[in-house]
């Protein structure tokens, strides 16, 4: 009987980071088999990052459909204002990154990609649009699923993945030439039949500096034929090893998890307590419990 399993490029990503964090993401039991665990309080990074994508992605679906700047800024701005009000007791820090994305952040954010894209000639094509490239493997089927910020087309018709990116400080080249995300994007997608010719980072800078034309900026990227597919090569492998785990056993795979345990990794780690009072031989359902909740993020196998 053949099998399919879903795994997506941060799925590779966090496998690829920290064993542990992966499982802990993507493999704990505590919620359900494979529920994995999410944080019921995002760090203020991951927070700026989601509320912030979630605002540019209805600030582009609302200019796609209208064609209107000012239109589609307030629609950007309101999401965040709703996101907001559907928080019960927001945090005083949650609370300051909303207020900084509303009057400072995103209004340059929506301005910059007026000017740079949407008012010289670019069309909209893709918003959050999900794909899903199916890899065959003997009697298993690797599904890869993948959701692009954007995919927009220049004025001649060729057409480019944008990945929104909330920094504290913008990318150096040689950062950009390893980032592996948009290299995968553009092999997926031409796999599926869409023919994209590169990439941007679009670069959204949070952090306030005295030049204002320094807290935006989107770089392209044209990657090569052969770190398309050196990159999907890897993404691939990796996804056959994740899928070995998932249909294996989970107590193995729950009790042979490597740990990076590194500074720069643990740091900004959701699971950083977690993982060191169980380092510590310390008994940690109720913290799942108390301070988590079953993984939302991901795709499941009938997304679409």
């Known amino acids: 009987m053949s099998s399919t399993t879903v795994i997506s490029h941060s799925e590779v990503d966090a496998f690829l980071l920290c ?26 990074s991951l927070y700026r990052g989601i509320i912030g994508h979630e605002a540019m992605s209805t600030f582009l679906k609302t200019f796609k459909a209208e064609g209107d700047f000012n239109l589609a800024s ?62 065959p493997l003997g009697d298993t089927a690797l599904i890869y699923p993948f959701k692009p910020d ?8 060729n057409l480019y993945v944008f990945d929104h990116k909330f920094i504290y400080n913008f990318y150096t080249p040689d950062e950009i030439n390893l980032l592996p995300q948009i290299p995968k994007y553009i092999g997926a997608l031409r796999a599926l039949g869409i023919h994209v010719k590169g990439g941007y980072y679009n670069q959204i800078r949070w952090r306030e500096v005295k030049d204002l034309n320094a807290h935006n900026r989107a770089d392209r990227f044209l990657p090569s034929v052969a770190r398309i597919q050196n990159s999907f090569k890897q993404q691939v492998e990796v996804m056959r090893k994740i899928a070995d785990l998932k249909n294996g056993d989970l107590d193995e795979w729950r009790d042979n998890n490597l740990r990076t345990l590194n500074g720069m990794v643990c740091k900004n780690c959701s699971f950083k307590l977690l993982c060191a009072s169980e380092l510590n031989g310390q008994e940690t359902t109720l913290a799942k419990r108390v301070d988590f909740r079953s993984n939302t993020y ?4 009938g997304d679409e």
């Open 74 to 135: 307030q629609a950007g701005i309101s999401e965040v204002q709703m996101l907001m009000m559907k928080e019960s007791n927001p945090s005083t820090s949650s609370m300051k990154i909303v207020t900084d994305l509303i009057t400072r952040i995103l209004p340059r954010a929506f301005q910059f990609m007026h000017n740079e894209f949407l008012s010289q000639g670019w069309e909209i094509a893709y918003v959050e649009e999900t794909f899903r490239l199916e890899i």
């Open 298 to 301: 991901g795709y499941s196998e």
């Open 150 to 157: 954007a995919i927009i087309g220049d004025p001649h018709g």
């Open 19 to 44: 064993e542990q964090r992966h499982f802990y993401a993507f493999g704990d039991a505590t919620f359900g088999p494979l529920a994995g665990l999410e944080p019921k309080t995002f760090s203020d």
